[in-house]
């Protein structure tokens, strides 16, 4: 079946640092979104790729769809304590319902 | 505050018991989606409902089961439980059948088998 998967599982960075999470999917996805997950708290939309090559900015983020849609990128300009938290991304194939979310990465950032 | 409401926040019982856990959408939202995050783990799919009717199916116990009733709300039943699905049991909604827009995910609730 469908995987995603997200490396590295864990980061702990210090505050200041760039910050890159990687999203590896099995088969090529219509879509992909991201989500963050504070600690103690539910996932929050944070964007979604649809196009191949996609790349879109919030802020100090920055989130990248692969040329083949198999694979995204989150990377995290100069961290903030409040970056902390659990990045998850999810996707979905053309002709499922399915919206299969990727393992995850925790970061820590130290201040 | 999501919009999507989940009762109870916390649940305790022993294991071969059965719960049932709610959940109501956002006002609007059509699809319900339920996953399974046990402690330090990803979100596992268990299942979706679009406008009252079973859309997709992860990977679900034939000891779990859901429905979403005319109102939109949704449940999930959990019964022979064993220590094994303690976990966070979170809802999601979305407007769309195939979530095509932001899911809105409620704040969870946990559960715990002893």
């Known amino acids: 079946g469908q995987q995603v998967m997200q490396i590295p599982q864990y980061q702990h960075v210090q505050e200041g640092e760039d910050f890159t999470t990687y999203c590896n999917s099995s088969t090529t996805l219509s879509n992909i979104q991201w989500y963050k997950q504070r600690p103690g708290g539910h996932p929050v939309f944070l964007i979604q790729?649809?196009?191949?090559?996609e790349v879109k900015k919030q802020k100090r983020l920055t989130f990248q769809f692969g040329e083949a849609k198999k694979n995204s990128s989150l990377h995290i300009t100069a961290t903030q304590t409040t970056d902390v938290g659990t990045y998850f991304c999810?996707?979905?194939?053309?002709?499922?319902?399915?919206?299969?979310f990727g393992t995850g990465t925790r970061l820590k950032v130290l201040a | 505050d999501s919009g999507v409401t989940q009762t109870p926040k916390h649940l305790i019982t022993a294991t071969g018991q059965r719960v049932t856990l709610r959940c109501s959408p956002r006002s609007g939202d059509l699809s319900v989606y339920w996953y399974q995050q046990s402690l330090d783990q990803g979100l596992q799919f268990l299942i979706q409902y679009y406008n009252g009717e079973e859309r997709a199916k992860g990977n679900i116990l034939e000891r779990f089961s859901a429905q979403q009733f005319p109102d939109l709300h949704s449940e999930l039943n959990l019964s022979s439980l064993e220590l094994g699905d303690s976990a966070l049991y979170f809802c999601?909604?979305?407007?769309?059948?195939?979530?095509?827009?932001?899911?809105?995910f409620g704040q969870g609730t946990r559960l715990t088998v002893v």
């Open positions: 999810a996707g979905t194939t053309s002709g499922t319902y399915k919206y299969i």
């Open positions: 790729l649809v196009k191949s090559g």
């Open positions: 999601a909604s979305s407007p769309d059948p195939r979530m095509n827009t932001e899911a809105f």
